[in-house]
C-alpha cells in the first residue's frame, strides 16, 4: 500500500529571493498528544495549527484543498491557528508540557493549577525562544550557541529538560524547570563538546538515560544523559551523518547519512544490526545513479516502533518494515527535508525547500502481542540485562532485535 497525498500545507505569503527570508522547511513538530503541527514554513515564521482528531478531517482537508479552498485544518475546540514572528530563520522545533504554576508563584507562564504546552524554536542568531502555544505569546529567549540552533529535543518523560544542537559544533542542556531560573535566567546545566563539524540532529531516548548526536562527520556520538558524558561513537557511516531517532523503547537507534545508508545500532553495545540501502527502486524512474541523489535527509521511527520513515534527495519518501532490508512503500516528494509521524500513527509529515509540509497516509499496524511483550520489557531492560536472563538463546535473540 503505498503512502497517498492526503493535504498539503502552503506558506501563507508570497515567495521572496533574499536569503534571509530562507523559505524552507527544515524542521516540523507534532505535540506529543497530537493536538498541534508547528512548522517553520520559512520568512522567519512558525506556523501552529490545532491538529484534527483523525485521518477523516485530513480527508476532509484535501477534499477542500482539490476543490480550490484553503488547504488549511480547520481549527478544533475552540483553537485558533497561531502565527510566530520569530524575528531570524527557524530551523528546529520541539514541543513540551509545562509544569502547572503553584500558589504564590510570581511566573506568569501559566496560569494557577494549570499545565500548558510550550514550543521552543532554534534560530538562526543562536536564540532558542520558547513560546506558550494556547496563546502564542514567547515566554523567553535562551541565549548561548554562538551560531544556528539546528535542532532541539525536549526529554520525552516530560522533565522540562531540553537539549540544543548547533553550528557552533556543541550541544548544550538547558534545565526549564522553576528550580533552573535565577535572575540571570534559565540554568544551562551542560555544555557538550565533541563535535569537530556543525551539529545537525540531537535525539534523546525515550527512557531520557541516552542522547545521540549527528553532525557533518561520519560518526555519531552517543551521550549519558545522567552524566553529560560521551559513551562512545558510532562509527560505520562512510559520509556526513545528519538525522538520528530511537525506537520508543529505546532498545534501537537509527542514522542517517548522506553515504545513503540507514544504519541499525544497539545502543548499549555499539553494535551495528542492519544497513539499510537508499537505491533506484524502479529502472524506469529517471534518477541519477549517483550516490548523491539518494543522500539521506531524515528518518524516523513510527510510534509502535515497527516501521521507519526516510526522505532523502532522490525525492523519494519511504517506508520500511523494521525486518525487511527494502522499502515496503514509497511516494514520490519534492525536495524533502525532514519527516515526522502523527504521534498516535496513521501518517507522516513531511518537509520540503519550498517551505511546503505534506501529509500522508502510513501503514496502520496491530502490533503483536510478541512485540508489545519485547517493547514492554525493552522499556526498563538494556541489552545487557536482556543478555543475563535465565532465558532460551532465541528468545534473547528476540528481545535483542538480532532475529532480523
Known amino acids: 500500500e503505498e503512502p497517498v497525498l492526503l493535504a498539503e500545507l502552503k506558506p501563507g505569503r508570497p515567495q521572496r529571493y533574499d536569503w534571509k527570508s530562507s523559505c524552507e522547511t527544515w524542521s516540523v513538530a507534532f505535540s506529543p498528544d497530537g493536538a498541534w503541527f508547528a512548522w517553520s514554513q520559512g520568512h522567519c515564521v512558525v506556523k501552529l495549527i490545532p491538529w484534527p482528531l483523525g485521518e477523516a478531517e485530513l480527508c476532509k482537508t484535501s477534499e477542500r484543498k482539490s476543490r480550490g479552498g484553503k488547504a488549511e485544518p480547520r481549527s478544533r475546540g475552540g483553537a485558533k491557528e497561531k502565527t510566530l514572528e520569530c524575528g531570524q530563520i527557524v530551523w528546529g522545533l520541539a514541543f513540551s508540557a509545562w509544569p502547572a504554576a503553584e500558589e504564590g508563584d510570581t511566573d506568569p507562564t501559566c496560569a494557577l493549577g494549570l499545565p500548558c504546552l510550550v514550543l521552543a524554536t532554534g534560530l538562526n542568531d543562536g536564540q532558542i525562544k520558547v513560546w506558550e502555544v494556547q496563546t502564542g505569546h514567547l515566554l523567553f529567549s535562551l541565549l548561548g550557541h554562538q551560531d544556528v540552533v539546528r535542532d532541539l529535543s525536549f526529554a520525552p518523560n516530560g522533565s522540562p529538560i531540553l537539549v540544543s544542537a548547533s553550528r557552533d559544533k556543541t550541544l548544550r542542556v538547558w534545565d526549564l524547570s522553576r528550580d533552573g531560573r535565577s535572575l540571570q535566567g534559565w540554568r544551562q546545566v551542560q555544555v557538550l563538546a565533541g563535535h569537530v563539524q556543525w551539529v545537525y540532529c540531537c535525539s534523546i531516548s525515550p527512557d531520557c538515560s541516552m542522547l545521540c548526536s549527528a553532525a557533518g562527520e561520519k560518526s555519531a556520538l552517543l551521550w549519558s ?148 511483550c519485547r517493547k514492554a520489557l525493552r522499556t526498563f531492560l538494556t541489552t545487557y540485562q536482556v543478555l543475563a536472563l535465565p532465558i532460551p538463546r532465541k528468545l534473547k535473540e528476540f528481545l535483542t532485535y538480532r532475529t532480523f
Open 225 to 372: 544523559m545522567r552524566s553529560y558524558t560521551l559513551i562512545r561513537r558510532l562509527e560505520g557511516h562512510q559520509s556526513s551523518v545528519v538525522s538520528c531517532d530511537f525506537s520508543p523503547d529505546s532498545a534501537l537507534l537509527v542514522t542517517a547519512s548522506y553515504d545513503a545508508c540507514v544504519i541499525m545500532w544497539d545502543p548499549y553495545t555499539g553494535e551495528q544490526l542492519r544497513t539499510l540501502r537508499h537505491v533506484p527502486l524502479h529502472s524506469t524512474l529517471d534518477y541519477s545513479s549517483d550516490i548523491h541523489s539518494s543522500s539521506l535527509r531524515s528518518v524516523c521511527f513510527s510510534p509502535e516502533g515497527l516501521y521507519l520513515a526516510t526522505v532523502a534527495d532522490d525525492r523519494l519518501l519511504r517506508i520500511w518494515a523494521l525486518e525487511l532490508r527494502s522499502p515496503v512503500a514509497f511516494a514520490p516528494m519534492t525536495n524533502g527535508l525532514c519527516c515526522i509521524y502523527f504521534p498516535h500513527g496513521g501518517f507522516i509529515a513531511t518537509g520540503t525547500r519550498d517551505g511546503h509540509v505534506q501529509f500522508w497516509t502510513a501503514p496502520r499496524v496491530l502490533s503483536s502481542l510478541k512485540h508489545l
